[in-house]
């Protein structure tokens, strides 16, 4: 790392670390106390070039603007021993869109229920229910093995997922959001959307609340978190 930026590199590095979700630069600034967005620019490219060329099971992943220090995918089966799956309502509602209309764009995730998606996404990702590729400027999401073994479904396949979700939610078919013109470009996602309600509200919900819960309430789509 050059000398002069070695603090401000590691002040990012702390910031991203605590923060546990992608920040953008102009968020990182503000974090930081600062006024001028350039120094923090450059030491988030100092950061993600450090970790890209260091033996680590950490990365500095770019998420459209956004920036994340996260595990790298290989690593993610590593810690679901120690990672407890308990989720808020806003998660199982990501999740329950994901595992609907997946292989799904992140960028269509957040217009279907705000920027809280980035968190969600990372939350998820880390919890090994959510597997994520890099597709454009944005993410493809799709549910992992765990995520069809944790709920009960027998089949990992996104076809049979959607259907078994359709038979316990009784979903209708309808479109996904329209993409805007400028929208990366990514595979097809699932030509259906669940019909309207709401994730049972509370803070925290256990393991077997998050089976009965996912499976039971069917998402909105049309409303923030």
Excluded: C, W
């Excluded at 956004?66 to 309502?89: K, N």
């Excluded at 597997?131 to 049979?160: D, V």
């Excluded at 803070?203 to 089976?211: G, I, L, M, Y």
């Amino acid at each position: 790392m050059p000398s002069k930026l070695d603090r401000l590199v590691f002040q990012v590095e702390a910031v991203l670390f605590a923060s546990g979700k992608p920040m953008s630069v102009k968020e990182l600034t503000a974090a930081l106390g600062l006024d001028d967005f350039r120094p923090v620019q450059r030491a988030v490219r100092t950061l993600e070039q450090t970790y890209a060329h260091r033996q680590s099971a950490l990365e500095v992943r770019r998420v459209g603007d956004r920036y994340a220090l996260q595990l790298q995918e290989g690593f993610v089966p590593s810690v679901h021993a120690v990672t407890p799956v308990e989720m808020a309502p806003r998660t199982l509602k990501a999740l329950t869109l994901i595992a609907y209309h997946q292989p799904i764009l992140q960028s269509v995730l957040v217009r279907m229920i705000g920027d809280i998606a980035y968190e969600e996404v990372q939350h998820l990702r880390g919890l090994g229910l959510v597997h994520t590729e890099p597709k454009g400027s944005t993410l493809e999401l799709a549910t992992t093995r765990r995520f069809a073994e944790y709920f009960g479904i027998a089949s990992s396949r996104p076809e049979e997922i959607r259907r078994y979700l359709e038979q316990k939610l009784g979903v209708a078919p309808a479109p996904l959001p329209a993409a805007p013109e400028d929208a990366p470009v990514g595979t097809a996602a699932a030509d259906a959307t669940p019909a309207s309600g709401e994730p049972p509200e509370g803070d925290v919900a256990t393991p077997n609340e998050a089976r009965a819960s996912v499976l039971a309430e069917p998402p909105n789509s049309s409303s923030p978190p």
